[in-house]
């Protein structure tokens, strides 16, 4: 390698050439440095491995075994596979796996929807737009048993502002109430339209910041090319945040498909079921109702092994794009 | 085929941010004519109300007999080359050559014999399949101005297309330019900050400064005659060396007073000057430096002087000015030397003031 000098500063002898550490300022060390970067990841690593690795471990051993959950301490039988096939002749985990499906479907769906819509509107220049882009935050900033109760108070039969509306406006007769939650169809409505609302302002962060960094030259050639509105919404604006849809909805599914609470303080996963999740059924089945662990554990892993199965197309299908 | 007419065109941001302070003069059609300005100067502007991406506050504008200032950019008969190309990322570069024909309804069969013509026209044949991000600085300018060229429009609008390239890149581009230009003869309208491309490729150069034309002629006119200061600066690298001078009868005669200076001034010109205060302009290569002491020489002190291997340039120091001269690259020269300097006596510029826009004072 060639080394440039300043001409009038001698070239300093190969022993006299400071070390790398010695002009970092750094002193000896008593960690040789083949160990130095392994000791600087080790922190790391261990809360990594404590926090994730070790549950994920947990779980996968768990549901091998059968176990109760009134008296962890004893560990349970081992039972092999038994976990797994029992909940392959479920009923009721083909029936949570298809509801669960279908509620990450169309929440996911929704969420795009009206994120993406949200986020062209939010783009576009109008008065008052910092605020209201600030206020958009708001159902996402809730906690989530705020959200439930509010939209609680809301569905409620009786005195439901829902039911008020549309009393005022005369679809139904006054007499006839309406039971949102009551009802398997309107119940499953009901619970999505809660989740989509709560959680739609995320897509509309994530969406419009990439909108604002779409280059407007692209606009700006498309409509000297013959470019109409449709043409330019559809050949640039969409196709620029197609890479940010795709993780928005990746990240959307694993969350709702995984969500709890919000179904579970809503209906319980009733009625009749309709609402019945997977992470509702994981509960019921190890800490409600059978209190078994070991088949628990079992429904909760193969949850994991569906989001992997779709994170693995997920990420294939990225893969093969950028290839293109 | 097309000229371009500005009648009183004129845009205003806001209530009072004068963007460009009203055009009036034509293009005539098929001349490669040059806007050129510092940054702000309004240019671009300029430029994008021809395109129809800005509006204009009032004016017209006119290409041909047609008046074309309310018309949507599709219904321009222009094309674009934007300073970042704006190629779609995401269509391949047939894709891109081919989108503006597509959107104008031409079919697939004719939209495929003119990618292949443009892409032998531009060399880019070898890479139609590629997506913008796969090619070279100097490839995504040829599939811009290859995107323009497709539709085979009236008038050609180029945004600093050069601007980022490389150095060697942009002279070899602007060949092309200008080759191009000779084969296709359309109207061409460049933006450009750098007064070096207007100069090589324009028929006419157009030189604006606030969002005011300040002259309109060909190179060697804004070159050897600019109107004002500001154009006189402006064009030429180095920039025209200003000497502040004071105008003055010795024995009757006018002359041009500074510190060791005194430089006799034709009456018809020193007749039209409107103030004492002037400027003297001497371009770097109208200097003729000589040994000190020479008769009619002033004497000067070198600060630096500057290989930039074909020459040199000296940075002096004469009648409280800096000043630039150019020298042989083998020049002996050098910082700290004492030369005389004369000056070749009908390139002198006098301008009546010392602002940018002391118009320049030239007998008829």
Known sequence: MTRIYDRNVAEPAEEHRASPRAVGGVGPTIIPDRWLGAAMLAPSVLVFLALLIFPLGYGIYTSFFRIDTLDLSTGGTFVGFENYLWLLGNEQFWHALKTSTMFSVVVVSLQIVLGTAVALLLNSSFKGRTLVRGLILFPYMMPVVAVVLVWLLLYNAIFGVINYLIFSVGFIPRVDSIAWLANPTSAFIGVVLVAVWKYFPFVVVIVLARLQVIPQDLYEAAKIDGAGPISRFFDITLRELRDVLLVVALLRTIFIFNNFEIVYLMTHGGPMQATLTLPILVYETALDGDRSFGRGSAIAVVMFAILMCVMTVYFRFLRKEDQK | MASVKFDKLRKVYGKDVVAVAGLDFEIPDGLFVSLVGPSGCGKSTALRMIAGLEEPTSGRLIFGDQDVTDREPRNRDIAMV??????????????????????????????????????????????????????????????????????????????????????????????????????????????????????????????????????????AEIYNSPSNRFVAEFMGTPSMNMIPCTLKQENGEPRLIAKNLSIPLSKQVASLASRTEVALGVRSEDFEIGAPGIVGGVDARVLVAELTGAEKYIYLELADAKVIARAPADSPICAGDNVSLSFKPHQMHVFDGRGDEAAALRAA
Do not use: W
């Not at chain 2, 139609?128 to 497709?150: C, E, F, H, N």
């Not at chain 2, 084969?183 to 207007?198: G, P, S």
């Open chain 2, 82 to 219: 934007f300073q970042s190309y704006a190629l779609y990322p995401h269509m391949t570069v047939s894709e891109n050559l081919q989108y503006g024909l597509k959107k104008r309804g031409v079919s697939s069969e004719e939209r495929s014999i003119s990618v292949k013509r443009i892409a032998h026209m531009l060399h880019i044949e070898t890479f139609l399949d590629r997506k913008p991000r796969q090619l070279s600085g100097g490839q995504r300018q040829r599939v811009a101005l290859g995107r323009a060229l497709i539709r085979d429009p009236e008038v050609f609008l180029l945004d600093e297309p050069l601007s980022n390239l490389d150095a060697k890149l942009r002279v070899h581009m602007r060949a092309e330019l200008a080759t191009l230009h000779q084969r296709l003869r359309k109207t061409m309208i460049y933006v450009t900050h750098d007064q070096l491309e207007a100069m090589t490729l324009s028929d006419r150069i157009v030189v604006m400064n606030h969002g005011v034309v300040q002259q309109i002629g060909s190179p």
